[in-house]
């Protein structure tokens, strides 16, 4: 018996079980359907970016044509929005939203694109506390629950049709039989598992990746072929994870059965239990400090400042030199002791913010190092790294942000600080938000170790099975 | 009545040599206790935060110094929203929906910090507390412990013994019921008597009897449905294999994919508009109607207008009133309203959302069990909504409280050297949230309680209905 009449003999007996025909369909239409949800969600955060970019240009529209129209002779509108005052040029009203733009392979992986933004509004009174308002209007129910993507799909659903594909495919025979003559040909166990479960992995993945690749040629992801291809790699290692796991169950010589429930409770601690425990260890261990205090210290730190702003303005001015453009005023604006005592409250948050960034590091440090002993934790971990939604890339942009706010700052404050007034000639050198995106070779170096160990714990069980499979008789 | 006992008996005996359903049972038990721990940990240490930072805010509110109403207005002060008291348990909505609101005048600041934000990728996986472990892990034991509980016993054949015995089919059912809820029981069990240890023994608001029945009554309607319908799933199904299968599967559908699938559904439904555009929908509003730090601002050249004809005066100079407050009183009635029309509009698109989703929960009572449990609890949407919603209305009253001291305690003429005298700033309310009562919460549910009455009602008419073909399926198969 070769290897392609045990396939062709697959595909027969598959498709002549109708419960098996149903699950398959209802799994494509969810497959579609989850894409069609992913396209969605990349389609509103694409209008979503358009639409903030263009509420840029209009800003600046407006700032320009009102100068123009000062310089005509006119009177500003409303003597608070001047926009020849430098901290309102900088400020809300001349503000210039920083964006990044959906990950490349979002409609294949929602990931944390749905909790954290992905624009700020960046003046000279963007600070920590900007980066911890909340993001969008949405309701917190359907951000608790998690977006039905993809990546849900893979991570949680495949598995589970895998087993149900493969829990018997050797005990079946057994309890049927059918053992005994199957393996009275000159064909091994081994060979006979790997040709079953070759066969139902090339359906199950080949639909998973189909899927896939429709997305991406869909929303043009093949830009980033690096990207797809990690994609792809992992969907392929983590299901073939879950068909050796089958077949090692299935060498241990049980029943079918006793397969069914081990392997739903190897699905249940792995996806589920193991996942949400880490989850609350990492809160009980590392917890964060309460927002609460965060809060509160800002609105301490304004209340002080306002009452020491001259003492603030001349510290300011000592620690900032390049700031105050050589020139120290001796008898400081309004606009300069305003700004000093920004600053201060901007310097207490960080000291706070601080303190909560090392805690959350250290969460994520214990969450790195216990996310080994979960397949589905490494494969999440890559799958949305690779489409761009992931922790670091978000983490990138908040970064850049910040240093853009603080070339905000440098190109307004000096200004602010010698009460001098701007023109539209400035506005075109007024700094604009470039996002330098990571490279695919990033996110490569970053997939790198996950993506072993999710290969290794797939080669540690490919072994275990073909030790197993290699003491199979057809006497048992 | 005995042998259902017997049955019962039988039942259980079988599922105590079952190795993985003691070994399940044990797991589902100690992630109960651990999550109880740990929520019960966390939300302690957050509220007396909490607790202490709302004290230090009052106080640092009282003991102003002499001010300027208007400074005060912009000094604003800070609001906490508490958790429920049994926010361990299940913490619903709580941590995607903002924790601390900063009122201020000219603007609503919509409530910030969710913890959620400050989480990591892991979240996605979903948190272990002791509600999910109750809605989601449990029935997953019950199926374990139940799959073959009639299928079994029709495979080795004892089916029709036990028939012979005397025992009708009906009874037959009730006592594997009553076998596999001994299981269900006994994972819940420590759970809830944790849980009831924690709340007794524990300082702070205590939460009302009545919400922990709720909370009892909820989880085991939901559990008793499972039981139940684990045995008509045996019962039906020819092989213990099939039935495990199926039950599998519909545990995957329930409570795995439907409450995404929900959430995307009624997302699609009721499509929620971006931040970005939505405060750019209200700044345009508030645009529209005028601008309060603008005095040649048209509105309020009217405004003026009309005081100096009722007051029949020639300039806002002359008026009895202060202008300059009364402008501040105006302009944040006006944008007060605005931005709350548009933050009710927004909030009446995630009512929808979540009507719909109630209208799901009859397809998954996964959804109306968390939707019943979310309400007992007081962590659902509502809770969120009565916070924001109380706390506005607090906002705006002491806002116009400090404009109307502006208006007529502080003279025009010289305005930003005057103070108000340090006494004013105690006589301000306090702010005191009232979260919405148990009774409301469930009466705005009938769907959920409605879909938990069906799950019960299904399975339980499917043994009803099914019982009589009993003994002919047993006797059919032939025994392996």
Known sequence: MTARSVLRNEWRLLMADRALRIVLGLFAVLLVYALANGVVWMRFQERTVEAVQTGNVERTRALADELAAIENGAEPASRFADPRAPNVMGGARGSHTAVLEPGPLTALAVGQSDLLPYYYDVNIYTNESSFHQNGEVENPLNLMVGRFDLTFVVIYLLPLLVLALSFNVLSEEREQGTLALTLSQPVSARRVVAAKLAFRALLLVGMVLAASLLGILVTGGFGSPGRVLLWC?????????????????????????????????????????????????SGLLHPLPSRVQMVTAQREASNEAVNRRSELLARYLEDHPEMAGGVVAEEPGLGALAWAATDAVNRRLEEVTSEHDARR???????????????????????????????????????????????????????????????????????????????????????????????????????????????????? | MSNILLIARRQVGAMREDRYVVFLLGLVAALGIVSV??????????AEQRARYQALVDRQWTEQPDRHPHRVIHYGFLVFREEAPLAFFDPGVGAYAGTSLFLEGHRQNSASFGDARHATALLSFGRLTPAAVLGLLLPLLVVAAGFASVSREREQGTLPLLLAQGATPARIMAGKVLGIGTAAVAAALPIGLITVAFVATGGGEQPSIARMAALAATYAAYLAGWVLLTVWVSSRRASSRAALAQLVAIWVVLCVAAPRLGASLVNALHPVPSRAQFTAQVEEAQRQVGDSHNPDDPFFRALRDEYLARYQVASVEELPVNWAGVVSHEGEAVTSRISEEHQLELLALHRRQDRAMAWLGLLSPHLAA???????????????????????????????????????????????????????????????????????????????????????????AGLGLGRKRLPRVGMDRPSR
């Open chain 1, 233 to 281: 790699a992992t969907v392929v290692t983590y299901a073939l994870f879950w068909f050796v796991l089958a077949a090692w169950v299935n060498s241990l010589r049980r029943s079918s059965a006793w397969n069914a429930t081990v392997l739903v409770g190897a699905w249940l601690v792995l996806v589920v239990v193991l996942p949400a425990a880490i989850n609350i260890a």
């Open chain 1, 361 to 476: 590091a250290e969460q994520i440090a214990l969450v790195r190092r216990y996310r080994f002993l979960s397949p589905a934790l490494l494969a999440q971990e890559v799958l949305i790294d690779a489409a761009g939604t992931g922790d670091a890339r978000f983490a990138g942009f908040q970064s850049q942000v910040r240093a853009f706010a603080e070339q905000w700052r440098e190109f307004f404050v000096p200004a602010i600080l010698a009460s001098e007034q701007m023109d539209a000639s400035v506005l075109p050198d007024v700094p604009k938000f470039r996002l330098e995106d990571e490279e695919g070779a990033d996110v490569a170096r970053r997939a790198g170790v996950p993506l072993t160990v999710l290969g290794a714990l797939l080669v540690l069980a490919g072994v275990g099975a073909g030790v197993g499979l290699g003491r199979v008789r057809g006497a048992d």
């Open chain 2, 37 to 46: 721990l740990g929520a019960r940990h966390h939300t302690a240490s957050e």
């Open chain 2, 370 to 460: 968390r939707d019943l449990s979310m309400a007992a609890a007081g962590t659902g949407p509502e809770a969120m909504e009565a916070f924001r919603a109380q706390a506005e209305a607090h906002r705006y009253d002491i806002i116009q409280r400090l404009n109307d001291l502006h208006i007529h305690e502080i003279h025009y003429e010289n305005d930003r050297a005057q103070r108000i005298a340090r006494q004013e700033w105690a006589r301000f309310p306090v702010f005191r949230p009232d979260p919405p009562s148990l009774r409301r919460v469930l009466a705005d549910r009938p769907l959920s309680l409605a879909a938990l009455g069906l799950w019960i009602a299904l399975p339980l």
